[in-house]
């Protein structure tokens, strides 16, 4: 490719802008990090950490600015939309849009934010002292923030993908789509996407294998079973990704026809792999939130949770149920009867076990003192909304009526709302019910809940006209329409209600700003919300041991029963703590890692190949190096504890 | 010195390539369908137990009945994936 071909999406003026803010971000932020003497820090304290809980405020991070950049291309995407025959974006600007929207908001929004929560939560929940493989941990962010880099370069070199978020052959292969933009798609979901399934493996691990003395499977808190079964699904659907993403790249880049018209390729065969891996997906980004809310109900209803059992028993059930269903994704690819019957059925089956944990958060309420927190309120707010987009869900399950409703926004609303309810809501119930957690003061209420209105009233005003819009016919994807087809009202309330939503999202960055300001009054100690589960017992913000004495557990909500009875859970004798080395090996193999997918898309091999080699040597060294982590002696836990309780 | 050199990867790692190029070398030569599917499955079978035996260290804990209730786990969803996807793309369609 010449240079003029590699930057040509820089000849379209709103892209040419973007680059220009992105350019003088990055100048604002290395000049401040000069300027403030930060490198070191930034260096020692971050990028070489392996600390759970500094990766997981770093996932959050990353995730939250992708947030944005997702919904600055929703608002684009409306804003086309509002008017019929518009011209604010051209037809290829407009797919590659919604193709980077989706990809973002699910694999560089939803789960890194859930990561964020994991790595933040689940080792304090257990009471471990971090997960399994701290090392392989960064590792794992470093790959996802790698795919992140890649997929956000995408807009200004050589373009972005632009096939949909599904990427279906045979649109997506060679013959129809020429450019670097799918190799884009293949490469950062497939560097992202190994860093996900190392934190599958990872935290299943860590919750086999390091939870406290006495904590018994039935008396794991709820936000972990659910992670647990959410890492479960991840370990065994994101291998179907890894190699379908492959087979893309080898279709694309070196030939073979896997997913071809001609030549015995199969197209659909992409489709079919894709839902394989998409379908538990789906439930990855939302058990994990039905975690978040399970504890932020019983925590603010003053209540235990309703049906403890019979919530892990319906999320087992859906680990499996969720690799049982991913034809219903292509119902009218033409096949036949009986293969839309079964997987009709598999799909129905699925709204049992999620009815039932809808029961039990309702039962766990009813005759709770409840208080009406911001996390509370996204987890009340999740309640009839999600109730919405799963109805809509069972009607989309029934195959005949399917053809009506397939491909239209119809379908768009109705995994919107889903999806904003399931993953969203949970995300930022949980952002703000742990942020004390991370950070040692609460976020303004006032704010919080102001945001709150704003989100949930901003998403039915948008959503909402996208199921009559769909019924009238809108296919999804059409980056404009004429007048005559009467569309345009509904269109236009939906863009008021996405500036509504915008403005709900602003809220929450106005809210780090004000609460950053205004901590010292917002400061609080380590269990603001008079909370049950055991990351309340220690320390916020959280000391790096997590614990200076393990607790044993003797029932679920020990935390919640010690304070009623007055006991110390960490009373214990204070012994010298064992933790994993600092490591900046991590950081450098992801950004190599990061080059060799660069390089790859471009089709430099020769160089994609010696990138590849330092990166199997990187692996090579690891292998060989003995490293066998340091000791806190009790002397600095004793002066940390001293200083963390207030007295010096 | 003996015991620090990772005996099992390596020769896991030399193995695994090795049945990599031989089941790769099933579009180099002009086989017939039944031998390719079958060096194919059976490079495909070996390959799988290499990484569980010399990787996963399978078989090296005492805890067997998490083993078992993996293993079994893994296989259904395997089968359920390989043939819900034949229904759907041959015999189904």
């Known amino acids: 490719m010449t240079m003029s071909e590699i930057f040509a999406p820089l000849k379209e003026p709103l892209i040419m802008g973007t680059a220009v803010g992105i350019m003088v971000g990055v100048i604002a932020v290395i000049a401040g990090l000069t300027y403030f003497k930060l490198w070191g820090w930034l260096y020692n304290n971050y990028i070489k950490t392996v600390d759970h809980k500094k990766i997981g405020v770093m996932y959050i991070f990353v995730a939250l600015v992708m947030l944005f950049k997702g919904g600055v291309e929703a608002l684009l995407m409306r804003a086309q939309t509002a008017v019929p025959d518009n011209k604010l974006l051209n037809s290829e600007h407009y797919n590659e849009i919604f193709t980077t929207h989706g990809v973002l908001m699910i694999l560089f929004v939803a789960m890194p934010f859930l990561f964020g929560l994991f790595n933040v939560v689940i080792p304090l929940q257990i009471g471990a002292r971090d997960v399994a493989f701290p090392r392989l941990n960064a590792l794992s962010f470093w790959l996802f923030a790698a795919g992140a880099v890649l997929i956000n370069v995408s807009f200004i070199i050589g373009g972005s993908p632009n096939a949909g978020w599904t990427s279906y052959f045979p649109l997506a292969g060679i013959e129809y789509n020429p450019g670097v933009n799918n190799n884009y798609y293949a490469w950062s979901l497939q560097i992202s996407g190994l860093g996900s399934l190392m934190t599958g493996i990872n935290f299943v691990t860590t919750i086999v294998k390091m939870r406290a003395p006495g904590m018994t499977w039935m008396k794991v808190p709820m936000f972990t079973w659910s992670s647990f079964i959410a890492n479960i699904i991840v370990v065994f659907a994101f291998p179907v990704l890894t190699v379908a993403l492959i087979m893309m790249t080898m279709d694309r880049q070196f030939g073979t026809k896997f997913f071809s018209t001609e030549d015995g390729g199969m197209d659909m065969l992409w489709a079919n792999l894709f839902w394989v891996w998409g379908h538990p997906e789906v439930y990855i980004v939302i058990l994990p939130a039905f975690g978040v809310f399970s504890e932020v109900i019983a925590t603010f209803s003053r209540k235990n949770l309703f049906g403890y059992g019979s919530m892990v028993a319906s999320m087992i059930i859906i680990s499996l149920l969720s690799f049982l269903v991913w034809a219903h994704h292509f119902y009218t690819m033409g096949h036949g009867v009986v293969v839309n019957g079964v997987f009709s059925i598999t799909t129905m089956l699925i709204a049992v076990p999620t009815g039932v944990k809808i029961f039990n958060w309702l039962l766990t309420m009813r005759h709770g003192r409840i208080t009406f927190t911001t996390p509370m309120l996204y987890a009340l707010g999740f309640i009839p909304i999600f109730t919405i987009g799963g109805v809509t869900g069972v009607m989309l399950a029934m195959a005949s009526a399917d053809y009506q409703y397939h491909n239209t926004l119809f379908l768009v609303a109705h995994f919107h709302y889903v999806l904003i309810p399931g993953t969203v809501f949970g995300i930022l119930a949980g952002y703000h019910f742990w942020w004390p957690k991370m950070f040692g003061f609460k976020l303004n209420e006032k704010i919080g809940q102001v945001g709150f209105w704003l989100i949930a009233i901003g998403f039915n005003v948008t959503f909402f006209p996208m199921f009559i819009l769909g019924l009238d016919g809108y296919a999804r994807r059409m980056y404009t329409y004429s007048a005559e087809t009467g569309y345009m009202t509904l269109n236009m309330i939906s863009f008021i209600g996405a500036l509504v939503l915008a403005l709900g999202f602003a809220t929450l960055v106005y809210n780090i700003y004000y609460s950053l300001r205004h901590r010292k009054e917002l400061a609080c100690g380590g269990d603001p919300w008079d909370a049950r589960s055991l990351e309340w017992a220690t320390h916020s913000p959280v000391p790096e041991y997590n614990f200076a004495v393990v607790p044993t557990i003797s029932r679920l909500d020990e935390f919640w029963y010690a304070k009623k009875e007055g006991r110390d859970l960490q009373a214990g004798k204070i012994e010298d703590i064992h933790m994993p080395n600092d490591s900046a090996a991590p950081f450098w193999q992801s950004v190599v890692m990061g080059l060799f997918a660069f390089f790859f898309i471009f089709n430099e091999i020769g160089i994609a190949i010696a990138l590849g080699v330092v990166t199997l040597i990187f692996m090579a060294v690891r292998s060989f190096e003995i490293d066998e982590g340091r000791h806190i002696h009790i002397k600095e836990i004793e002066e940390e504890e001293r200083r963390l309780r207030g007295d010096r | ?93």
């Open chain 2, 1 to 93: 010195m003996a015991q620090l050199f990772p005996k099992e990867h390596v020769l896991g790692f030399i193995g695994s390539i090795v049945l990599t190029l031989v089941a790769l070398s099933v579009i180099q030569f002009d086989l017939s369908l039944t031998a390719a599917l079958v060096i194919l499955w059976v490079t495909a079978i070996a390959q799988a137990s290499l990484q569980l035996v010399l990787f996963m260290h399978i078989g090296e804990t005492d805890d067997k009945k998490s083993i078992y209730v993996a293993t079994i786990y893994s296989v259904v969803i395997g089968l359920v994936t390989v043939f819900g996807s034949l229904l759907a793309m041959i015999w189904g369609y």
